[in-house]
């Protein structure tokens, strides 16, 4: 908005010293008796006058000679108030620049065992989003400058601009130092070269991908990402559960948005947890954190909903809960997550 002001200011100088020169020469010289002057003639040697050319005189009077003086002296003002203002704002502008991306880029490098989201179009602003309702530590990448810019301004986050599927973009990005990574730029062949220079750079890595067509689906999961998701076929089971279910959709939407209260969690029990190789009743989690585990993913990938107090859970078992984060937080110590 400052520099804003000054421009406007700058453009209404110049056009009010046009006015008044156009004007002024019209009064002054409108009985010059070497010419039939016209109000072109008044225009024409006003701006000649202003921007200092003035290679004719025009045969004007006497009074037009002092008063070209003085616009000659307002023309070199405002000319040089508007080069100062243009020479500030764009060393001033590109310092600013300089300096918050030198800063960026070292926020960035002190990340670790953070996430890296590429690609923040319609479906990255939601990842984004998501990120920053669960506080977590994550920086983005986007080859859309100006797009990028736009989403810094209203979103608080660390980013880099450049192509995620560059192997440099991503190392600078801590790639070898992160926890996961989100690829969801809008072509399957990006998401795959995303997917695999990741898995070559961290094998251990934890990979989500997007998908847009059904048969990229095989692809990714073969180049290695864990878990890859078609954004179009989910959006089509919330909008049949819109219908079906209006109730549980509902309940789901409603979670998703208070991820700071309530929310579905996972925990997952570590080689030195106390809960390694004990029964559901005997780890006493509900007693401990108040929470009921309402699934259990096995280390082997199979799912057990509801599961009754005999099932024995062992390490590499993650426990689904619906917590608060002090809750989770609890579990978390049960099951010596570090997340």
Request: hydrophobic share 45%.
């Amino acid at each position: 908005m400052y520099y804003q002001r000054r421009i406007i200011i700058a453009v209404c100088l110049l056009l009010g010293l046009l006015t008044i020169g156009t004007i002024g020469f019209s009064i002054l010289e409108k009985d010059n008796p070497h010419r039939d002057w016209g109000i072109f003639d008044s225009v024409w040697l006003t701006v000649i006058t202003v921007t200092t050319v003035g290679y004719d005189d025009m045969d004007i009077s006497l009074p037009g000679q002092v008063f070209t003086l003085f616009l000659i002296f307002g023309g070199i003002g405002v000319f040089f108030y508007s080069i100062t203002l243009a020479t500030t704002y764009l060393l001033e502008g590109q310092l600013l620049s300089f300096f918050k991306h030198r800063k960026m880029a070292r926020d960035v490098e002190k990340l670790s065992n953070h996430y890296i989201v590429c690609g923040i179009g319609d479906t990255g602003i939601h990842v984004v989003e998501e990120m920053l309702k669960a506080d977590a530590n994550f920086v983005c990448i986007e080859l859309d400058e100006d797009h990028l810019e736009h989403i810094a301004e209203t979103h608080d986050l660390l980013y880099l601009h450049g192509d995620a599927t560059d192997d440099d973009v991503l190392v600078r990005a801590g790639v070898e130092r992160a926890k996961g990574l989100v690829a969801c730029l809008s072509r399957d062949q990006d998401n795959l070269f995303v997917v695999i220079s990741t898995k070559k750079l961290n094998p251990n890595l934890r990979v989500a991908s997007k998908a847009v067509e059904n048969n990229s689906l095989a692809k990714l999961e073969t180049a290695g990402a864990d878990v890859v998701v078609l954004p179009d076929h989910i959006g089509g089971i919330r909008l049949a559960s819109g219908i079906l279910e209006p109730h549980l959709l509902d309940f789901f939407s409603k979670m998703q948005v208070n991820r700071k209260t309530t929310r579905f969690a996972e925990s997952i029990i570590q080689p030195d947890s106390v809960l390694d190789g004990v029964t559901i009743e005997d780890a006493r989690i509900k007693e401990e954190t108040g929470l009921v585990v309402i699934a259990i993913r096995s280390k082997d990938g199979e799912y057990i909903y509801n599961p009754d107090g005999s099932w024995k859970i062992e390490a590499g078992d993650a426990l689904f809960v619906i917590s608060d984060p002090k809750q989770l937080q609890l579990l978390h110590r049960l099951t010596e997550d570090t997340r």
